[in-house]
């Protein structure tokens, strides 16, 4: 039973492989894409730049000179006041994972709102993986820089897995053990059925509701000071 098991494993991977491959390649215009601080957290690099390649899609990042997927041009009127600021925090997807800058949610937003002639100004410092423990470390550094009137946080239930308290010390090696299965990510079977079940709302909830993550929301210690 073992060996005709490996074989259709092995037949359904070579398949996947040959007709609906998983391969996902970031070609870098200039590298490294991030840099860390001198308390190790990770940043993007000014003027950093690459294409992420993947099978539902094809975009292009730009870093701006403050390190932002940004498109604004903030270095004449970093003390003016003829807009509205918004600082965007967030993870992913306020950085745009997935998606041409235009196609941002709050690219476009920005966009909309300043057609109606609210004239805000959105600062998008999203920073794929981050959660609020490290939101809260980054909004120290920039928020002197920017100054704005009001701070978005995007916030995704998955933070809850990673956020630490405050005055906890920040461990590299815990959160890279917390990450320690994407290997098995490599294999595109798997790569495959994450893609269908990511498309699928009901399916995703139900799986998700399965691991260790759902019982996070019935922890007392996570919602206690």
Same mark, same amino acid.
């Given at each position: 039973?073992?060996?005709? *098991?490996?074989?259709i494993v092995? %037949?359904? #991977?070579?398949s996947?492989?040959l007709? @609906? ?5 970031? #070609?870098?215009?200039?590298a490294p894409?991030?840099? %860390?601080?001198e308390k $190790?957290f990770?940043?993007?690099?000014p003027h950093a730049?690459w ?10 990042v %730009?870093?701006?000179?403050f $390190?932002l997927?940004d498109e604004?041009?903030y270095h004449?009127?970093l003390?003016?006041r003829d ?6 925090? &967030? ?5 745009g994972a997935?998606?041409q800058? +235009?196609?941002?949610f /709050?690219?476009?937003? !920005?966009?909309m709102?300043? #057609?109606?002639s609210?004239? =805000? ?5 999203g920073v794929s *993986? ?6 809260y470390h980054y909004? +120290?550094?920039?928020?002197?820089l920017?100054?704005p !009137?009001?701070i =978005? =946080?995007c ?5 809850l897995f990673?956020n #630490?308290?405050l005055d906890?010390?920040?461990?590299i ?7 320690k ?6 294999? /595109?079977?798997v @790569?495959? %059925?994450r @893609?269908v079940i ?6 995703? =909830?139900k799986l998700? &509701?399965r691991? $260790?993550? +759902?019982s996070i929301? /019935? ?5 206690s000071?």
């Amino acid at each position: 039973m073992i060996i005709p *098991s490996v074989l259709i494993v092995v %037949l359904i #991977e070579g398949s996947i492989r040959l007709f @609906a491959n998983q391969s996902s390649t970031n #070609e870098f215009i200039s590298a490294p894409a991030s840099q %860390l601080t001198e308390k $190790g957290f990770q940043r993007y690099r000014p003027h950093a730049a690459w294409r992420t390649i993947k099978p539902e899609f094809t975009i292009d990042v %730009l870093i701006n000179e403050f $390190g932002l997927r940004d498109e604004n041009t903030y270095h004449n009127k970093l003390n003016s006041r003829d807009r509205t600021r918004f600082l965007i925090l &967030g993870d992913s997807f306020a950085f745009g994972a997935g998606n041409q800058y +235009e196609d941002i949610f /709050h690219v476009k937003l !920005e966009s909309m709102l300043n #057609e109606d002639s609210y004239n =805000v100004e959105f600062v998008k410092a999203g920073v794929s *993986s981050y959660d609020q423990y490290l939101e809260y470390h980054y909004l +120290e550094e920039i928020y002197g820089l920017f100054k704005p !009137e009001y701070i =978005v =946080v995007c916030f995704l239930p998955n933070d809850l897995f990673t956020n #630490e308290r405050l005055d906890w010390e920040y461990d590299i090696d815990q959160r890279k053990n917390l990450r320690k299965g994407e290997s098995f990510m490599k294999l /595109h079977t798997v @790569a495959f %059925l994450r @893609a269908v079940i990511m498309n699928n709302d009901a399916a995703y =909830v139900k799986l998700y &509701g399965r691991t $260790g993550r +759902e019982s996070i929301f /019935h922890r007392e210690k996570y919602w206690s000071s």
